[in-house]
């Protein structure tokens, strides 16, 4: 199953995205894939072809300001969740997506989690994969570093930055040419590493917490948590206390997994992934 790249241009802003198309004839919604912080749409690479194998549209952007999708200056675009909420509704609209599955993961996942609150009508399942999702999580140390003033302009222009955070969270090497990918845009343009700094100094992360939250309370559609339990940066407190507190919650425990559960385990997120997505 191939993933084709695709590029659309809304509100005079580029958007870079993998898409896989369902094999056969399926009533199956389609799923929206978002990544995190350093991260891109590539992260879905694994899991993106077993979904359209069981007839599903998969659909994966990088973020604006991220991977190969366009980098605007801040005064064109503000970074903030309030900014990548308005544009993700005009990128739906434009893929003429009205209802769909949606799966988050990393700082940055949250936003999603925030479009759903805003949009209820449009997302009928959410999987949350290592997502800060309580007011209790804090930007870690590692990611606050690169917003310092000065310090932060400089260590968001390293590409090695993205190698270095990427294993950090997972806790286990990525293979080189996987890493070539995931670095070239900083190769490209001193634009990425901007936009990294933007989005690190806009995520306005106390206040989203405190809306996803209080907002899950009232979420009537089902919610797969799968959560790795050797994330360094957010711990596995905060999936037990969200699970408890949403009507229709499923926690699933990975062991030996970090932040980027994607990137390793592919397999054992498919596990539950698959079915899940299949409810409506």
Not at 24 to 50: E, F, K, T
Not at 237 to 257: C, R, T, W, Y
Request: hydrophobic content about 40%; overall charge negative; aromatic content about 10%.
């Amino acid at each position: 199953m191939a993933i084709i790249e695709k590029k659309i241009t809304v509100d005079k802003i580029e958007w870079f995205y993998r898409e896989a198309e369902p094999i056969g004839v399926s009533d199956l919604l389609p799923v929206v894939m978002l990544h995190g912080i350093v991260s891109q749409s590539y992260s879905w690479r694994n899991i993106m072809p077993a979904l359209a194998e069981q007839g599903t549209r998969v659909i994966a952007p990088d973020w604006i300001g991220y991977g190969f999708s366009a980098k605007p200056e801040k005064r064109d675009f503000a970074y903030t969740p309030d900014a990548y909420i308005t544009a993700l509704e005009g990128f739906f609209k434009a893929l003429e997506l009205e209802r769909f599955s949606l799966v988050v993961q990393g700082f940055l996942g949250s936003v999603g989690l925030q479009y759903a609150l805003r949009h209820p009508e449009q997302v009928v399942n959410i999987s949350i994969l290592n997502t800060p999702i309580s007011t209790t999580a804090k930007l870690p140390w590692k990611i606050q570093q690169m917003g310092l003033p000065f310090a932060g302009d400089m260590m968001t222009q390293d590409p090695l930055l993205v190698d270095r955070t990427l294993e950090g969270g997972c806790r286990y090497v990525i293979p080189d040419q996987d890493l070539d990918i995931y670095r070239k845009p900083y190769l490209k343009s001193s634009s990425a590493g901007r936009g990294l700094l933007a989005t690190i100094r806009n995520l306005q992360l106390d206040k989203a917490m405190s809306e996803i939250e209080s907002g899950f309370k009232e979420w009537k559609q089902p919610v797969l948590i799968q959560w790795g339990l050797i994330d360094p940066w957010l711990n596995i407190d905060m999936a037990e206390q969200f699970s408890k507190a949403i009507p229709d919650g499923e926690l699933v425990k990975l062991h030996n997994v970090g932040h980027y559960p994607q990137e390793h385990y592919h397999e054992t997120i498919l596990l539950d992934l698959l079915p899940f997505v299949r409810r409506v």
